[in-house]
């Protein structure tokens, strides 16, 4: 845990903040929070000068000026900028006898960042990188991840992750999101849209 993250602009913990908001539109008691958006800028850690871990204010959300910045899962296992060929695909065995652990993220229990390096070689995940990034890259705002899949199960969960590379190697989670495929079938099926190709909308950060 980031200790720098407890400490609010407004010279409050994050739990006395949450109290404030709650009190006054949930029991119209004490005083109406002067912001609109707070929100945490997460940095690296022990590197001097490193941008982020620094609590930030904002009028809208995403915060004013932003760009939306489209990357594609392409089948060389990149992320880029291209949008890739209609026909390039790429495959995986899903065992749900031998399911993909859930490794940190937004679990109740056992969640927060781990390193997610064990992941990577695992026969039913799928793993996209950018290059070298020459400068520390800031992402702010909604993150969406759109597939479109196939399989031949009877029903398969389909998880995104946004992962933070470091130079060492090590691979820690950022972001994620889950998606069940029969859900989504069952949509399609009503919508009279032919089997097929499935399109997936996965929203890992709002």
């Not at 590197?47 to 899962?73: I, Q, V």
């Not at 992320?79 to 679990?107: E, F, R």
């Not at 470091?166 to 919508?191: C, H, Q, S, T």
Request: charged residues 15%.
């Amino acid at each position: 845990p980031n200790p720098h993250i407890e400490n609010s602009p407004l010279g409050i913990t994050k739990d006395a903040l949450r109290e404030q908001y709650l009190n006054f539109w949930l029991k119209g008691e004490g005083t109406e929070p002067n912001f609109t958006v707070l929100y945490y800028t997460m940095g690296a850690l022990g590197e001097s000068g490193a941008p982020g871990n620094a609590w930030r204010l904002a009028d809208t959300w995403p915060p004013l000026p932003f760009a939306l910045t489209p990357a594609y899962l392409a089948p060389t296992n990149t992320l880029a900028d291209a949008i890739p060929a209609a026909s390039a695909s790429l495959a995986y065995d899903y065992n749900p006898n031998n399911p993909a652990p859930s490794t940190g993220g937004q679990l109740l229990y056992n969640g927060g960042v781990y390193d997610q390096t064990p992941l990577v070689s695992r026969a039913d995940v799928l793993s996209f990188q950018t290059e070298l990034l020459g400068a520390p890259v800031e992402v702010t705002g909604p993150l969406t991840v759109r597939l479109y899949v196939s399989t031949d199960a009877v029903d398969t969960d389909f998880t995104a992750k946004l992962i933070d590379v470091y130079p060492n190697g090590v691979r820690f989670n950022v972001v994620e999101g889950i998606r069940r495929l029969r859900e989504l079938l069952a949509v399609a099926k009503a919508a009279g849209i032919p089997e097929g190709r499935i399109k997936i909308d996965l929203s890992i950060c709002r």
